[in-house]
């Protein structure tokens, strides 16, 4: 029986992707509301979403273990939380190969992680944008406790003020003009309105640029050349 080979469909259909060579880099501390703009103001667009977190979540369901995160189920998810690692990697490497557009969604505290993964992005000719989704700590505060997984009340205000000082380290990083602040403070019918127009907005005018690197434009003239032979 003829199997299906994935990999090698996704590396032949990469070039006819229309996010192809993009790579979005989602920053935001718990409570900022990342999640919710990256699900909305990326929605349709076909871009692999590369986010640990989320695998994590089902791990976490699919074991029947708490989304609160308690300290005594800590030595059952520790593993769990290395698997989901494992896998969002593995999904990754997959990407890149067929060079189809990505979000890279993370919290932002480990700036040379990110700078380690903008560099790769470069390397194979990704333009590469973050979206910093900003938030006062009092609103991040007030989220935290309403989502369904939560995060104790000490390690929302740590992260919230780690993330705050890598900004300006990070706007130098995706500079010129990839580096954008979307201020999601406001209410959740303002946020509908405002935040996500404004995110939607940035997302559709770089997702629509043809890729700027030189070795984007050379593997996309390989792979189109040896489709036709």
């Known amino acids: 029986m003829k199997t299906f080979n994935y990999k090698q469909f996704l590396i032949k259909e990469g070039v006819y992707d229309p996010g192809i060579f993009k790579a979005y880099f989602l920053a935001g501390g718990p409570g900022s509301g990342k999640s919710f703009v990256t699900s909305s103001a990326f929605a349709g667009l076909g871009l692999k979403l590369v986010n640990s977190d989320s695998v994590l979540e089902k791990y976490l369901k699919d074991a029947g273990l708490s989304l609160k995160m308690p300290d005594s189920e800590k030595s059952l ?119 996500l127009n404004k995110a939607a907005s940035i997302v559709r005018r770089t997702y629509t640029a043809p890729p700027k690197s030189w070795i984007a434009k050379e593997w996309i003239k390989a792979q189109l050349a040896s489709k036709r032979k």
Do not use: C, W
């Open 77 to 195: 998810r520790d593993p769990l939380r290395d698997r989901a690692k494992v896998t969002t990697q593995a999904r990754l490497d997959l990407y890149l190969r067929g060079r189809l557009g990505v979000i890279i969604d993370s919290t932002a505290r480990d700036v040379a992680k990110i700078g380690r993964q903008q560099k790769l992005f470069k390397i194979l000719g990704y333009d590469t944008y973050m979206i910093f989704v900003n938030t006062s700590l009092e609103v991040a505060l007030d989220r935290n406790k309403k989502r369904d997984r939560t995060v104790p009340e000490f390690v929302t205000r740590k992260s919230h003020k780690e993330i705050q000082s890598k900004m300006g380290i990070l706007h130098k990083m995706f500079t010129p003009g990839n580096f954008y602040i979307i201020d999601n403070n406001s209410s959740e019918k303002e946020l509908v309105t405002t935040t």
